[in-house]
């Protein structure tokens, strides 16, 4: 029987069960980090369901939601703590890099270094463009219903130039500033930061006195760190050195640890006053931006004296020459240095946690006014105005506040609301919207004009947004408030699923978005809710001559509204999506086709909060107008892990997705992989089938999906639990998974069990022969600096535990990303395949939380299982790796010498052509941006990767100048056959200029490739080339 028919009381008692299990979740991750973990220990009781039969679509839906706790937690300890030292090197390191290999071609930055033999040359960092494939647009989305949407990645901020409407300024969590200077429905969308090293933008402004400068503040604050300020004074067409936001604190004495940078507000009256709000202190500067300096705000008698995290800055207004200021945030916990430690477990500075030296206490927040410029401050709470304002409420107490205002003639009598996140709240398992607060006297005192429980005027017909509780259980994430500057009685404010609107004031409030209108959930009684996606961060309203225009920056984008306080019901709100070629997604992995195997058009991939989205190559009318970078959204939720698993002969392959926490698969010969869904027999069936097994005790699916593909006969992948790695392959009779454990006593490393992590296994491309009998080798990165490899001769495994954590001196290396194998031992000094490998760190401190040095670097070898490790970073002669975290690491399938190898970094792809003496920064084009994946084809010729912030990009590495005459083997077969004939038969006349451009988003042409340049001379695919080909036909290259 379905849930749908069981009694109200059993559906209720299941839906708290389901609750507690996620906070059971978070708890067990939370003490995991706490403890120093690298590792979380996902449990099998903790695998979100399945769509349950019989339940409502509502119901449903939320099981594609995502679950923005337990995401920040993986992504934590995935990525390991990020101390200020660090985010200032890594800065350093991007300029360094931007010197070598940005220059125009002109000013030779390919010179050979120091006259040595082995230096790097133009021929390893190419000359190919890499190409940006989106995702830029959408034509539909699925997650749970159908819906017209069209997405971008997470905005922090939105700025509109003074005095020009049509120049609008965006600040992403991942993908930088973009610039727009014909805003309207369908704006031309700019990159202003794309090798500025850190695309983590927390906080931006814009000079109203001159608005060409324009600053920026460096790292998000739920996810990619940064903490310096940037500025600009041509409107970001260039920038300055990042300006480091560091002091010595006068509560303890001890150095600041600035991360991320929330606010920034430049003073209307003197643009030498610029106030910034961090996680880790208050900073001013009166110099222009030439120097900050920290000011430590008052605190309350119960915190005693403690740091602060600050969040948002309002202005009020200005007399006698002095500028009055607000701005809001939360107190550490006593005794708490910084309020978010540099291992980032405790999240004080979200407000998101009591504290466990004084529960009593907790991460409070407060608001501190200042009237003189910003100066010196009061604490809002000290005086008793909040505590006297939230009781007299009924609210209960608060953490993180979002805040917004108007500046009036007289500051006094300014206008501002807050939007307040509880510190904890035990009856939403997190942190719902404690209340909604006004003050008309510039923030001296306040009332409450809104609770959790205050009833909307327009309740949806499902449970999203019946109460201003809007925030739900992660209030601490999503809070978004802006205030119309024609009127101080319109407010607009975001939450988890839903936007509001007041236009008395706070009187009354009303719904005016929903995530999901069209499934039902954002049904109220004057019809259904428009489109805005979930979880709201960022809001801005200006005026221009045609009234209000009101911006929403959310998890799903930048969405903007032209009426929104001038209908009077709520339905008829319109938003525009503006998004279309704002290529700032946060993709985790790539699942690509390869054009060998006839799949080279198929490209997916998995994104932060945006679900798996399928690039479409046919039915394009919709997007041709706009541009040619659509994705359609086929699953909802956190898209993770993705892969295409090709079968030897090209006929039957699989495609693998992900939903935190759930595995997922289609089969493209039996469905249509690019729609989310079919209709069988009259009932809507998912074309992406999700499965899961039964798993040994304590185990379970991580948060964090990844997949490697096989490329057998049969479309298998090899996938990681927690503490296991299973090949699964799809049986072809009964379209269900079989699965296969190949570690029967999980993973071992120094005598201490380890749990899986990182990219999770990566399959080596070769065939090997091991004792005797054809073999598959998988590498796996374990937890607290440990790896195996996993030898798979089909009836038989042999799992080879690394004797030790990676060691280099005394510094032992933890957060391991990826470990690979290469096709033979001796070109990394080995003599046994089985004690052969590679492994990468993502991790910025050593497991003593020290910086990783530079002779350390980030990439290691072992000969031996792991008995010793050598660095594997270059041969010192001015072209190693630059020292910065490594997500990726693979061997090119083509090249059998194993000199060929793609490493994906912290600010993008390098490779060696030379085994590894010396490293190029690969291709021309690439912003400097976190490279999760690489996908290589199996003949070379076509890379892609997924950046975290700007999407899904390819380079073709075939299609470089031949520089001397090549085998015709295309296919990489070994053998000159149809297929290699084939290739050259489509590709005759062309030549490396006309191969793929800089320009192009749509990668199905058939480019000019060095592969089949057999004459060398002139490099044209020509008719000599085709005669010389034929001559070997049925021959070995």
Not at 7 to 13: S, T
Not at 25 to 45: C, H, M, T
Not at 867 to 876: A, D, K, Y
Not at 898 to 924: C, F, H, M, N, P
Request: net charge negative; aromatic share 8%; with cysteine.
């Amino acid at each position: 029987m379905g849930l749908a028919a069981c009694a109200p009381a059993v559906v209720g008692a299941y839906k708290n069960w389901k609750e507690a299990k996620h906070d059971a979740a978070v708890k067990r991750a939370e003490q995991a980090l706490a403890q120093g973990a690298d590792f979380i220990p996902w449990q099998e009781e903790l695998v979100p369901e399945m769509e349950e039969e019989g339940a409502s679509e509502a119901e449903n839906e939320k099981v594609e939601q995502d679950f923005a706790d337990l995401r920040r937690l993986a992504l934590q300890a995935e990525v390991g703590p990020r101390p200020a030292e660090f985010n200032n090197q890594l800065l350093s390191i991007v300029a360094r890099e931007n010197e070598r290999w940005n220059k125009p071609a002109s000013q030779d930055n390919f010179v050979r270094a120091l006259g040595d033999a082995n230096a790097v040359g133009p021929a390893a960092a190419g000359t190919r463009p890499w190409l940006s494939l989106g995702p830029g647009t959408a034509r539909s989305s699925y997650n749970g219903t159908y819906y017209k949407s069209i997405d971008s990645g997470r905005p922090t901020q939105i700025r509109v130039k003074p005095g020009d409407p049509k120049t609008v300024y965006l600040a992403t969590s991942g993908g930088g500033l973009w610039k727009a200077t014909d805003f309207g429905q369908y704006p031309t969308w700019l990159p202003l930061t794309d090798n500025l090293g850190s695309l983590a933008i927390g906080a931006l402004d814009i000079d109203p006195n001159n608005p060409a400068t324009v600053f920026i503040g460096l790292g998000d604050a739920f996810d990619r760190q940064g903490g310096g300020i940037v500025k600009s004074t041509d409107e970001g067409a260039t920038w300055g050195a990042p300006i480091v936001l560091a002091a010595t604190h006068p509560v303890d004495g001890k150095p600041t640890a600035t991360n991320n940078v929330r606010d920034i507000k430049v003073d209307p009256t003197n643009s030498s006053n610029i106030l910034v709000a961090t996680d880790d202190g208050f900073y001013r500067s009166t110099d222009g931006g030439a120097t900050f300096g920290l000011i430590d705000l008052p605190n309350t008698a119960a915190t005693g004296p403690v740091r602060e995290a600050t969040w948002a800055l309002t202005y009020l207004g200005t007399t006698g020459g002095q500028s009055q200021w607000l701005v809001s945030g939360v107190y550490a916990c006593p005794g708490g240095l910084p309020p978010t430690p540099a291992s980032g477990t405790q999240n004080s500075s979200l407000g998101v946690a009591a504290c466990a030296s004084n529960p009593a206490v907790g991460n409070y927040g407060d608001f501190w006014k200042s009237t003189d410029s910003g100066a010196t401050w009061v604490s809002v709470r000290a005086s008793g105005a909040l505590t006297a304002a939230l009781t007299a409420g009924g609210a209960g107490e608060v953490g993180r506040m979002q805040i917004a205002g108007n500046a009036a003639p007289n500051p006094g009598n300014a206008v501002v609301y807050a939007q307040a996140s509880t510190i904890i709240d035990s009856g939403s398992a997190g942190n719902a919207t404690a209340a909604i607060l006004k003050s008309t006297d510039g923030g001296a005192s306040w009332t409450v004009v809104g609770t959790k429980a205050t009833a909307m005027a327009n309740p949806t017909s499902g449970a999203d947004c019946k109460t201003l509780d809007i925030g739900h259980n992660q209030s601490y994430y999503n809070l978004a408030i802006a205030v119309d500057p024609g009127n101080s009685n319109n407010v607009l404010i975001g939450g988890n699923l839903c936007g509001a609107r007041t236009r008395n004031g706070g009187a009354t409030w009303e719904n005016v978005a929903h995530w999901l209108p069209q499934g039902g959930g954002g049904l109220t009684a004057d019809g259904f809710l428009p489109y805005v996606h979930a979880d709201w961060h960022t809001a801005t309203i200006i005026r221009t001559s045609a009234g209000a225009v009101a911006f929403a920056g959310t998890d799903g984008g930048l969405f903007a509204s032209y009426n929104l306080f001038d209908v009077t019901s709520p339905a008829t709100v319109a938003w525009q999506f503006p998004d279309v070629g704002l290529v700032t997604q946060l993709p985790y992995a790539v699942g690509s086709g390869d054009p060998v195997y006839g799949t080279g058009s198929v490209v997916f991939t998995g994104l932060q909060d945006n679900g798996t989205r399928f690039r479409l190559v046919d039915d394009e009318s919709f997007v041709f107008d706009f541009d040619l970078q659509n994705w359609d959204q086929i699953i909802g939720g956190d898209g993770i892990g993705n892969a295409v698993a090709n079968d030897s002969r090209g006929q039957n392959p699989v495609y693998w997705a992900s939903v935190q926490s759930s595995w997922r698969f289609c089969v493209p010969r039996l469905r249509d992989c690019s729609r989310p869904t079919r209709l069988e027999n009259g009932v809507e069936k998912s074309n992406w089938r999700a499965f899961t097994t039964s798993f040994p005790a304590g185990d379970g699916i991580p948060f964090l999906v990844r997949y490697g593909a096989l490329n057998d006969d049969n479309g298998s992948v090899v996938a990681n639990s927690s503490l296991n790695v299973y090949r699964i392959r799809v049986d072809p009779l009964n379209e269900t998974p079989v699965f296969t454990r190949m570690t029967p006593a999980g993973f071992t490393v120094a005598g201490s069990v380890r749990g899986t992590r990182g990219n999770g296994p990566i399959v080596s491309p070769y065939s090997y022969t091991v004792d005797g009998v054809p073999a598959r080798i998988y590498g796996v990165p374990l937890s607290s600096g440990g790896s195996a490899i996993i030898i798979d001769k089909g009836n038989a495994v042999n799992v080879i535990n690394a004797a030790t954590a990676v060691t280099v001196g005394t510094d032992q290396i933890g957060f391991i990303q990826a470990v690979t194998v290469p096709r033979n031992p001796a070109s990394l000094g080995g003599t046994d395949v089985k004690q052969t490998w590679l492994v990468a760190s993502a991790g910025a401190v050593t497991l003593a939380n020290t910086v990783v040095p530079d002779s350390v670097g980030h990439l290691y070898k072992t000969t031996d299982a792991g008995q010793t490790w050598v660095p594997f970073h270059g041969n010192g002669t001015g072209f190693d790796l630059p020292n910065v975290p490594i997500w990726s690491v693979k061997y090119d399938p083509s090249d059998l010498t194993d000199s060929t190898i793609y490493v994906a970094t912290e600010i993008g792809l390098y490779r060696t052509v030379d085994g590894g003496k010396t490293w190029a920064r690969y291709g021309q084009g690439l912003p400097m941006v976190r490279t999760y994946d690489v996908v290589i084809s199996s003949n070379g010729g076509l890379v892609r990767v997924a950046t975290y912030g700007r999407g899904i990009w390819e380079i073709h590495p075939e299609s470089e100048p031949a520089s001397a005459p090549s085998t015709g083997d295309w296919d990489g077969n070994g053998v000159i056959d149809y297929f290699d004939l084939q290739a050259m038969a489509t590709r005759l006349g062309t030549t490396p200029a006309t191969g793929p451009s800089a320009g192009l988003a749509f990668s199905n042409s058939l480019f000019y490739s060095n592969t089949l340049d057999l004459t060398g001379s002139p490099t044209t695919i020509e008719e000599a080339d085709l005669s010389a080909l034929v001559a070997k036909f049925g021959s070995t290259p």
